[in-house]
T-cell receptor, first 116, second 113 residues
């Protein structure tokens, strides 16, 4: 299995809602990532988990809360979002144990989020 | 810190013509270089990567890229494009010993019949 899956594919939420995005991989990767991608822009890194511990938080607002329950799962909890948070949210994973930076990141198809 | 520049935001080309997508990077340390492709409404897929060794790297679908250290470039080329190559192409760099992938702004390749 060389796939990263993300659910849901599409999500529409109001500014007072609480929702979660889910990402799963079964490749034995120990690094997992959340990216945000606005239309016609490159992905922007939000969070990195390494061996289930948060290793990088790119100064993301607290209305985004990541969670890594185990090595295969990555969640992104959303609360009190703003319309400008509407974007494609991409999850990725990569091996670790080899030199960091060397490892290819495998991306999921993304969740298209619309905040009304 | 690292940065990536993709000067061409859009490249229109006719089918079966050659194409070059330009990528230049800046870094004070050694980096690894990647090209990712994003088809409409999909995530990113790795096209090819340069880690070390031969400066010319090839993908299975006919793309190639050449690492040029003196010009700090990693341009992507294909001698004959297909309609199915229409997509967004992102060049990216990763410094050694970091988990961060720095992306360029992307080049939209539009192939016309």
């Amino acid at each position: 299995d060389t796939e990263v899956t993300q659910t849901p594919k599409h999500l529409v939420m109001g500014m007072t809602n609480k929702k979660s995005l889910k990402c799963e991989q079964h490749m034995g990767h120990r690094a997992m990532y959340w990216y945000k991608q606005k239309a016609k822009k490159p992905p922007e890194l939000m969070f990195v988990y390494s061996y289930e511990k948060l290793s990088i938080n790119e100064s993301v607002p607290s209305r985004f809360s990541p969670e890594c329950p185990n090595s295969s799962l990555l969640n992104l909890h959303l609360h009190a979002l703003q319309p400008e948070d509407s974007a494609l949210y991409l999850c990725a994973s990569s091996q670790q144990g080899r030199e960091i930076g060397l490892n290819e990141q495998f991306f999921g198809p993304g969740t298209r989020l619309t905040v009304l | 810190a690292q940065s990536v520049t993709q000067l061409d935001s859009q490249v229109p080309v006719f089918e079966e013509a050659p194409v070059e997508l330009r990528c230049n990077y800046s870094s004070s340390v050694s980096v690894y270089l990647f090209w990712y492709v994003q088809y409409p409404n999909q995530g990113l897929q790795l096209l090819l990567k340069y880690l070390s060794g031969s400066t010319l790297v090839e993908s299975i679908n006919g793309f190639e890229a050449e690492f040029n250290k003196s010009q700090t470039s990693f341009h992507l080329r294909k001698p004959s494009v297909h309609i199915s190559d229409t997509a967004e192409y992102f060049c990216a760099v990763s410094a050694r010993n970091t988990d961060k992938l720095i992306f360029g702004t992307g080049t939209r390749l539009q192939v016309f019949p």
